[in-house]
């Protein structure tokens, strides 16, 4: 990598990434150089969306999804990203956490970061599905369908976005 640095935002925070942590990993940055160790690895090769963070190119355009594990930070520069530590306020979980753990939607945890984020871009998306029950689970499936879990299985977490999405359609209080 060449001697620039790049610039890009974590979690709303402003960040200069020096030259030599360029073709770090996402994940890796994540986790080694600013001690953000919610993003999970599970594969480290782009197949199990464990390490699913969201992104934004600029600050008001919808939230899209990456694969930590497998972005470089060098292909970031001037972008959003968001992780799972972005969702709670102070001790206010976000509607989807709130949502994963009235369902019981995961056991050991170690893929719902990649889920939450994952869903939490879809639910930027939901307008231009539609509020039927069919489009809703054609959202989720499109969004959060290859996610993998090897312990719950996905009923419980697809239940738990359905009703967060519901009600974000309705305007309600997941929204
Ligand atoms: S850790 Fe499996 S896709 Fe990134
Ligand atoms: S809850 Fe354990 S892998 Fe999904």
């Given at each position: 990598m060449n001697g620039a640095v790049i610039r890009l935002h974590v979690n709303g925070q402003a960040l200069t990434v020096s030259a030599d942590d360029a073709d770090m990993s996402l994940a890796d940055y994540l986790h080694e150089r600013l001690d953000l160790t919610g993003t999970k690895v599970c594969c480290g090769i782009g197949v199990c969306r464990a390490c699913t963070v969201g992104i934004r190119n600029r600050p008001d355009a919808l939230l899209e999804k990456t694969l930590a594990c497998v972005t470089t930070v060098s292909t970031l520069a001037n972008q959003h990203v968001y992780t799972?530590?972005?969702?709670?306020q102070g001790n206010r979980l976000a509607p989807l956490q709130q949502s994963f753990l009235e369902a019981f939607a995961f056991q050991c945890g170690y893929c719902t970061p990649g889920f939450l984020m994952a869903a939490t871009a879809m639910l930027e998306h939901l307008g231009q599905y539609g509020a039927s029950a069919e489009r809703i689970d054609d959202a989720i499936d499109t969004w959060v369908g290859g996610n993998l879990c090897r312990c719950t299985g996905y009923v419980r977490y697809k239940e738990a976005i359905r009703r967060v999405a519901r009600a974000k359609l309705k305007g309600g209080a997941g929204s």
């Open positions: 799972v530590e972005s969702l709670a």
